[in-house]
């Protein structure tokens, strides 16, 4: 039962059920800091809306959703009919965790509806580098981008789009897999970029070398345990008319971590940060650069470090005749780490090296075209 007097509150925070939570999680303050983010975003939403209507009494909310999601719709199926009706494949390698992994994609243009099908995709893996929901989302993400990228995004655009994805795949694993960070839904706009090539020439851009290299530090000071995600991107894929920027998380919106919040957040010292010049793919418009960073542990018990890394073994490709960019790098003390996707110990006074990976470049170079 909740505290006397609580019961009914609304707008006060039950107290009770905080400390179950903060009981039942490894960084109390972290998560309850998080929670307390949501409520107050929340309520600023519901402020807005309130504030809106007080504004236009007249206003049919139901009325304005259906006639912005119209329009998203009919700018959606302006676009695909300018697509020659037809069948458009292209696949995409990434570095997997136990195997290498595929993502291939079909996508059928007829009239103003597109179908995308994965099948022939990888089958899920048993380790936790698959992608369940967010397979859907960047699906419709990469065809807005492609498709209508200056309209609103919401319901309208996918009354076009139909996407079949086969159960038991990397992109839609069984009941009980493991997604841990859905990995692979990351590479899904740049498959359906490379897949439709032919037709949206000005649109399409190739990979990136990453959508972020994630390290998680955990362990135990004097105050209690802690816990801290470090993100760090690659170089974004170019496309005709504009290179890569460098260390840019496509096509999620992960910024790097700032060298303050590393310092400040985990028990390591950031002796280097620095962009990997020439580390983006070659073309007519370069790949965007990667980055090199080196941590050295300042704990004195071994921290717990995780890593989730790609593009180490499958550099990002290309598109249009343009260059892979240079492939990652993930280090132990001078040593390559055998699982860039696993957990290890870091010793006192041990260093990790990253270098992350760069975008592909987009179209031959001006020497090659001139041959």
Request: with cysteine; net charge negative; glycine share 12%.
């Amino acid at each position: 039962m909740p505290p006397a007097g609580q019961a009914g509150r609304a707008g006060v925070p039950n107290e009770l059920v905080r400390r179950i939570l903060a009981r039942n999680v490894r960084v109390p303050v972290q998560v309850l800091g998080d929670v307390d983010a949501l409520i107050a975003a929340n309520a600023l939403g519901v402020r807005r809306i309130v504030q809106m209507l007080d504004d236009d009494p007249g206003l049919d909310l139901a009325e304005a959703a259906e006639h912005i999601c119209g329009a998203t719709e009919r700018a959606v199926r302006t676009s695909i009919r300018a697509i020659p009706d037809g069948r458009y494949c292209a696949d995409i390698d990434l570095d997997g965790f136990e195997e290498p992994k595929t993502i291939m994609v079909t996508v059928e243009v007829t009239g103003d509806e597109i179908v995308v099908d994965y099948t022939g995709t990888s089958p899920q893996s048993r380790f936790g580098i698959n992608s369940a929901s967010p397979t859907l989302g960047y699906t419709r993400y990469g065809l807005a981008c492609l498709l209508a990228p200056d309209v609103p995004n919401n319901e309208g655009a996918r009354r076009a789009i139909t996407i079949r994805v086969p159960a038991g795949s990397l992109l839609n694993p069984t009941k009980g897999a493991a997604v841990s960070a859905n990995f692979p839904a990351h590479a899904i706009p740049a498959v359906l970029s490379r897949a439709l090539l032919g037709p949206l020439p000005d649109r399409v851009a190739a990979a990136a070398g990453t959508p972020f290299w994630v390290i998680g530090l955990r362990g135990e000071a004097a105050n209690g345990p802690f816990a801290s995600l470090l993100c760090f991107n690659g170089g974004q894929g170019a496309s005709r008319g504009q290179g890569g920027h460098p260390t840019l998380s496509t096509p999620s919106n992960v910024s790097n971590t700032p060298v303050e919040v590393i310092e400040s957040s985990a028990p390591v010292l950031v002796e280097s940060k620095r962009i990997v010049r020439g580390s983006g793919g070659k073309g007519r418009w370069a790949g965007g650069e990667g980055q090199e960073v080196i941590l050295r542990s300042l704990h004195a018990d071994p921290l717990d470090v995780i890593f989730l890394t790609e593009r180490i073994d499958h550099p990002a490709p290309g598109l249009a005749g343009g260059g892979d960019g240079a492939p990652g790098r993930l280090q132990i003390d001078e040593a390559d780490v055998a699982e860039p996707k696993g957990r290890t110990a870091l010793q006192p006074g041990s260093r990790i090296l990253l270098r992350t990976p760069g975008g592909g470049g987009y179209g031959f170079s001006e020497k090659e075209n001139a041959r």
